[in-house]
C-alpha cells in the first residue's frame, strides 16, 4: 500500500488578471488536504477509483474523458509506462471544501498523481506533477491560468506568470491569513467566462484593471520576500476593489470582507473565481479571534486560520 497527499491552496493576489498572463501569488494550505491510497485490487478487475467525498466510484476502463480523474490516472500511468489498466484500488479523500477556490480538484489530482508513482517506485518532480493535473483543470475549469495545479504540485508559496516556469519564493516573515467559505459555491468555470465576454466588449478597460493588479501582485512579492507583510492589507482592499469592479464578486463575498476588516484584520479580500467560495483575510495573532468570531457571526460556514511560515531564501 501506498499513500500520497496534496494540499489545499489561495491566491493572495491576481487572480483572472492571471488568465491574462499577468502574475500572481499562491500559496499552499496544509491544514487542509487531500489523499490518495493505492492498494493491490482483485485480480483481472482493473483498475477501481473511488472519491468518497466527491461521491464518485468507478472503474478505470469504463471511465470517459470527462472524467478528470480517469484522465490524469490515464495520463500518469501512460507517462510511468505501465498498464493502462493495473488491479488497483484507488481511494481518494480531502478534508478542503469544494467549490470554495481551495484548488480541491486539483489537489486530489495531485495527490493520485504521487500516489501512482509510489506505486511504481517512483517520486516525481513537482514540474511533472503540475503537468499532469494541469489536464484535469483543463476539464474542470476550461482554460485555467495553470495556477491551482502549479501551488498545490509545489507545495510553496509560487509567483506564477503562464507559461513560464513558476518560480518558488519565500516569506522573510511569517503572516497568518484567515479564510472564510462565504456559503456559496465558487463558480471559477462560471466567472472565468463571464470575464472573458466582458473583456471583448471593453478590452482597454479590462487590461488596464488587468495591469494595476500585476503591479499589485509584484508590490506583494516584495513585501513579503522583504519581511514587511503587513503591507499585505492594503493591497488586499485594493485587489477586491478591482474584483468588484470586474464583476466576480458577491454581497455576500463583500459583506464577509466588511466584517472582517471591521473586526481588526488589516485587509481583506475575496480568494479565487469568486462568484461565492472563499475570502482572506490579513490577521495578527491579537486580531485572529475576533476576526474568524466576526466572520462566522457574519455567515461564513468555516474559517480556517494558517501561517505562511518564514523559510529561508531562495527555496528549492
Ligand atoms: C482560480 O483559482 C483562479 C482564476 O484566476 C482562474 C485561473 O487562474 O485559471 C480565477
Given at each position: 500500500m501506498v499513500t500520497a497527499s496534496a494540499p489545499g491552496k489561495v491566491i493572495l493576489v491576481g487572480e483572472h488578471a492571471v488568465v491574462y498572463g499577468r502574475p500572481a501569488i499562491a500559496v499552499p494550505v496544509?491544514?487542509?488536504?487531500?489523499?490518495?491510497?493505492?492498494?493491490?485490487?482483485?485480480?483481472?478487475r482493473g483498475c477501481v477509483i473511488q472519491a468518497r467525498d466527491l461521491g464518485r466510484t468507478f472503474?478505470?476502463?469504463?471511465?470517459?474523458?470527462?472524467?478528470?480523474?480517469?484522465?490524469?490516472?490515464?495520463?500518469?500511468?501512460?507517462?510511468?509506462?505501465?498498464?493502462?489498466?493495473p488491479d488497483w484500488q484507488i481511494d481518494l479523500t480531502s478534508t478542503i471544501p469544494m467549490a470554495s477556490g481551495m484548488g480541491s480538484g486539483a489537489a486530489v489530482c495531485a495527490a493520485l498523481v504521487r500516489a501512482l508513482f509510489a506505486?511504481?517506485?517512483?517520486?516525481?518532480?513537482?514540474?511533472?506533477?503540475?503537468?499532469?493535473?494541469?489536464?484535469?483543470?483543463?476539464?474542470?475549469?476550461?482554460?485555467?491560468?495553470?495556477?491551482?495545479?502549479?501551488?498545490?504540485?509545489?507545495?510553496?508559496?509560487?509567483?506564477?506568470?503562464?507559461?513560464?516556469?513558476?518560480?518558488?519564493?519565500a516569506s522573510a516573515q511569517p503572516f497568518t491569513l484567515a479564510i472564510a467559505g462565504s456559503g456559496e459555491p465558487g463558480l471559477t468555470k462560471q466567472t472565468v467566462a463571464a470575464v472573458r465576454a466582458r473583456r471583448q466588449e471593453n478590452p482597454r478597460r479590462y487590461d488596464a484593471w488587468f495591469d494595476e493588479?500585476?503591479?499589485?501582485?509584484?508590490?506583494?512579492?516584495?513585501?513579503?520576500?522583504?519581511?514587511?507583510?503587513?503591507?499585505?492589507?492594503?493591497?488586499?482592499?485594493?485587489?477586491?476593489?478591482?474584483?468588484?469592479?470586474?464583476?466576480?464578486?458577491?454581497?455576500?463575498?463583500?459583506?464577509?470582507?466588511?466584517?472582517?476588516?471591521?473586526?481588526?484584520?488589516?485587509?481583506?479580500?475575496?480568494?479565487?473565481?469568486?462568484?461565492?467560495?472563499?475570502?482572506?483575510?490579513?490577521?495578527?495573532?491579537?486580531?485572529?479571534?475576533?476576526?474568524?468570531?466576526?466572520?462566522?457571526a457574519a455567515g461564513a460556514p468555516r474559517v480556517i486560520v494558517t501561517t505562511v511560515a518564514a523559510q529561508p531564501f531562495p527555496v528549492a
Amino acid at each position: 500500500m501506498v499513500t500520497a497527499s496534496a494540499p489545499g491552496k489561495v491566491i493572495l493576489v491576481g487572480e483572472h488578471a492571471v488568465v491574462y498572463g499577468r502574475p500572481a501569488i499562491a500559496v499552499p494550505v496544509w491544514e487542509t488536504v487531500a489523499r490518495a491510497q493505492v492498494t493491490l485490487g482483485v485480480a483481472g478487475r482493473g483498475c477501481v477509483i473511488q472519491a468518497r467525498d466527491l461521491g464518485r466510484t468507478f472503474a478505470l476502463g469504463e471511465a470517459g474523458d470527462d472524467e478528470p480523474l480517469a484522465v490524469v490516472a490515464r495520463a500518469t500511468l501512460a507517462h510511468l509506462g505501465l498498464a493502462v489498466d493495473p488491479d488497483w484500488q484507488i481511494d481518494l479523500t480531502s478534508t478542503i471544501p469544494m467549490a470554495s477556490g481551495m484548488g480541491s480538484g486539483a489537489a486530489v489530482c495531485a495527490a493520485l498523481v504521487r500516489a501512482l508513482f509510489a506505486q511504481a517506485g517512483e517520486t516525481p518532480d513537482p514540474a511533472t506533477v503540475s503537468d499532469l493535473v494541469y489536464r484535469a483543470e483543463q476539464i474542470y475549469h476550461g482554460t485555467p491560468s495553470g495556477i491551482d495545479n502549479t501551488v498545490v504540485a509545489y507545495g510553496k508559496p509560487v509567483w506564477f506568470v503562464r507559461g513560464s516556469p513558476p518560480v518558488v519564493f519565500a516569506s522573510a516573515q511569517p503572516f497568518t491569513l484567515a479564510i472564510a467559505g462565504s456559503g456559496e459555491p465558487g463558480l471559477t468555470k462560471q466567472t472565468v467566462a463571464a470575464v472573458r465576454a466582458r473583456r471583448q466588449e471593453n478590452p482597454r478597460r479590462y487590461d488596464a484593471w488587468f495591469d494595476e493588479i500585476a503591479a499589485l501582485a509584484q508590490t506583494a512579492r516584495t513585501a513579503i520576500e522583504q519581511g514587511a507583510p503587513a503591507q499585505l492589507g492594503p493591497l488586499f482592499d485594493y485587489n477586491h476593489a478591482i474584483l468588484q469592479q470586474i464583476g466576480v464578486s458577491t454581497p455576500r463575498l463583500d459583506r464577509l470582507v466588511a466584517a472582517a476588516r471591521r473586526a481588526g484584520a488589516a485587509g481583506a479580500k475575496l480568494s479565487g473565481g469568486g462568484g461565492g467560495g472563499n475570502l482572506i483575510a490579513l490577521v495578527d495573532d491579537a486580531a485572529a479571534p475576533a476576526v474568524r468570531a466576526a466572520l462566522l457571526a457574519a455567515g461564513a460556514p468555516r474559517v480556517i486560520v494558517t501561517t505562511v511560515a518564514a523559510q529561508p531564501f531562495p527555496v528549492a
